[in-house]
């Protein structure tokens, strides 16, 4: 049996869905190598999670990521959201409880938003005005 977790990350609209399972320390999204992941002032963002806990600690996995919705940064987000929580979840299913705990420690101490979604989602338009609180500017003349 393939050991294998699939576990997903969102920012916004953006979805990202990251299979996890044994194997060489490849990391790709939609189909690329992490290190063409475009846009390239971004990817030091996605390689966060990568950089934070070592290569060493991703030598045993392969993490395909596929991602869906949002903008290029949302997607960024949700990625290396997806990336950070399938390798917990990994470490928690067929590693050990202390190595996952340790992984956990690091990421969250680093940025919360990791391992956590962020529930914040654009607010909807209403009437008497341009956008969600502004109003129409009043006049008496």
Request: hydrophobic content about 35%.
């Amino acid at each position: 049996m393939v050991k294998s977790v699939q576990v997903f990350g969102r920012k916004k609209t953006a979805t990202a869905v990251a299979h996890t399972k044994e194997g060489n320390g490849m990391i790709k999204v939609n189909g690329v190598p992490v290190d063409l992941v475009q846009p390239a002032t971004l990817r030091y963002k996605l390689l966060e999670p990568v950089l934070l806990l070592g290569k060493k600690r991703f030598e045993g996995v392969d993490i395909r990521v596929r991602c869906r919705g949002g903008g290029a940064t949302a997607r960024i987000y949700a990625i290396r959201q997806a990336v950070s929580k399938s390798l917990v979840a990994y470490y928690q299913k067929f590693v050990d409880e202390t190595s996952k705990k340790e992984i956990k420690d690091i990421l969250l101490n680093y940025d919360k938003g990791l391992l956590i979604a962020d529930p914040r989602r654009c607010e909807p338009k209403k009437f008497g005005g341009p956008g969600a609180r502004a109003r129409y500017q009043k006049s008496y003349r």
